[in-house]
């Protein structure tokens, strides 16, 4: 079979359809969906999210320098989606999607407490691409659903049924294939 070229896209998946939050808990706040983000540095821990400067949410982040990355799930599917078809400029997102929040522990974003992890990051760059603004921050906290750390005090994911966003497409997380180096790992050691 050949392979068929095409001009230059946005094709990368699957990718996290997460929810940021941004602006306070007790005053302006909003709540819109980005599957552009992820991890952009370890040491220290930075993230990114990328948004158009037309969205509502742009012109919080601009002016508050702090956001919130909210990891979502299969149940959490409808609604975000519907985070990202509806702007929070007229509308409660919050409170039409049910949504129940605390003040993030680093920021003063809400945290989303159906997510199974929120990640809390205060901006260190905003770069201008083209069409869309990608703000990079500092993770400055992490939140964890404590369902989700086991009994050895690990982050573990696995039951949380976490939902990923391919090409238009909403999935949700399947099989567990290995652990991280199980391919060099030697056998019969832990
Ligand atoms: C699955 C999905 C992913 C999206 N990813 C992004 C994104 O990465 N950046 C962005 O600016 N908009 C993205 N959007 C669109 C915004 O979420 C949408 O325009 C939203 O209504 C903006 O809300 P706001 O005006 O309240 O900020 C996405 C929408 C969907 C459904």
């Known amino acids: 079979m050949g392979r068929t070229y095409l001009k230059g896209g946005a ?7 997460a929810l940021v939050t941004c602006g306070t808990e007790d005053g302006k706040r909003n709540v819109l969906t980005a599957a552009w983000t992820g991890i952009v540095n370890t040491r220290p821990p930075m993230a990114y999210v990328s948004i158009r400067p037309e969205r509502h949410s742009y012109s ?5 320098g702090e956001f919130v990355i909210n990891l979502t799930t299969s149940k959490m599917a409808r609604e975000v989606d ?3 078809m509806k ?7 919050f409170a ?3 949504f129940e929040t605390v003040k993030g522990e680093n920021v003063s974003c809400p945290v989303i407490l159906s997510s199974p992890v929120s990640i809390e990051c205060k901006v260190r760059e905003a770069a201008e691409l083209g069409s869309h603004t990608m703000f ?4 400055v906290g992490v939140s964890v659903d404590e369902r989700y750390i086991d009994s050895k005090g690990k982050i ?3 039951q949380a049924g976490l939902l990923a966003y391919a090409h238009g497409e909403y999935f949700a997380l399947g099989r567990k294939l290995g652990d991280f180096g199980f391919s060099v790992k030697k056998k019969g050691r832990k």
């Open 11 to 17: 094709l990368i998946a699957p990718v996290p359809a």
């Open 60 to 64: 919080i982040i601009k002016e508050t």
């Open 82 to 84: 519907f985070c990202g």
């Open 87 to 93: 702007s929070g400029n007229k509308l409660d997102k």
């Open 96 to 98: 039409k999607c049910g």
């Open 136 to 139: 990079i921050g500092d993770i």
């Open 156 to 158: 573990n994911l696995q």
